[in-house]
């Protein structure tokens, strides 16, 4: 049973679309992230939420949106989508007072 | 800074011998490292972490070593096998709070060949 599921696996889009990425974890974890992979960063930071508050955001741009409608979903709404932005983006969670992050199985994104 | 170097980029082992992945940090505040596997087409996986009250830790065939003084940390894999090969990963967290962002090396293409 996967306890993250992203959706949707696999997603190709044209440039100046706008598409969300879902997440929901089952793990019980009270906090969620977003992180990116691309050939020319490996794994970077983008957003994260903890009881559905915005704690941290490295991502320069205002494209890209995170939405919580609860506790336990981390979508991530990207609007006027630019080839950079072709990656696999992988949604993590954890537990607050704790360390360690887990990886859901990422949402692969190509912007033609 | 909060930069992570992670070296070699590229491992080719014989099976049954030691890899040995090395990362560096600049934030002197980082205080939990972990490592995650990452094969083709898969999330990358947790395998051993460390946090800064300790030097060692192993876990069956994974030893990780923590140098705080040098800022180094550094991933050992014991006895490997053609099943290790894949992307490794080493991170560090600052201690800020318990929802830090995780800042990544740029990962270790490891192949172990028979």
């Known amino acids: 049973d996967p306890k993250i599921i992203q959706k949707p696996k696999y997603l190709v889009a044209v440039t100046g679309s706008e598409k969300i990425l879902i997440c929901e974890q089952y793990l019980g974890h009270n906090a969620m992230y977003w992180y990116r992979q691309s050939a020319k960063k490996p794994l970077e930071f983008m957003f994260s939420y903890s009881y559905q508050k915005l704690m941290d955001n490295q991502t320069a741009s205002s494209r890209f949106q995170p939405q919580s409608s609860k506790k336990n979903h981390l979508d991530l709404q990207i609007t006027a989508l630019k080839p950079d932005d072709s990656a696999t983006y992988f949604c993590a969670s954890s537990q607050i007072g704790g360390k360690e992050q887990y990886f859901g199985p990422g949402t692969r994104l190509t912007v033609l | 800074g909060e930069q992570v170097e992670q070296l070699p980029s590229i491992l080719r082992v014989q099976e049954r011998s030691s890899a040995s992945i090395n990362c560096t940090y600049e934030?002197?505040?980082?205080?939990?490292f972990p490592w995650y596997k990452q094969e083709p087409g898969e999330n990358p996986k947790l395998i051993i972490d460390i946090r800064s009250n300790m030097e060692r830790k192993q876990i069956q065939g994974l030893i990780v070593l923590l140098d705080k003084k040098a800022k180094r940390f550094s991933l050992h894999i014991t006895d490997t096998q053609p099943a290790d090969s894949a992307m490794y990963f080493c991170a560090a967290q600052i201690a800020s709070s318990s929802f830090s962002k995780l800042v990544f090396g740029q990962g270790t293409s490891l192949s172990v060949v028979p």
């Open positions: 934030n002197s505040a980082s205080n939990y």
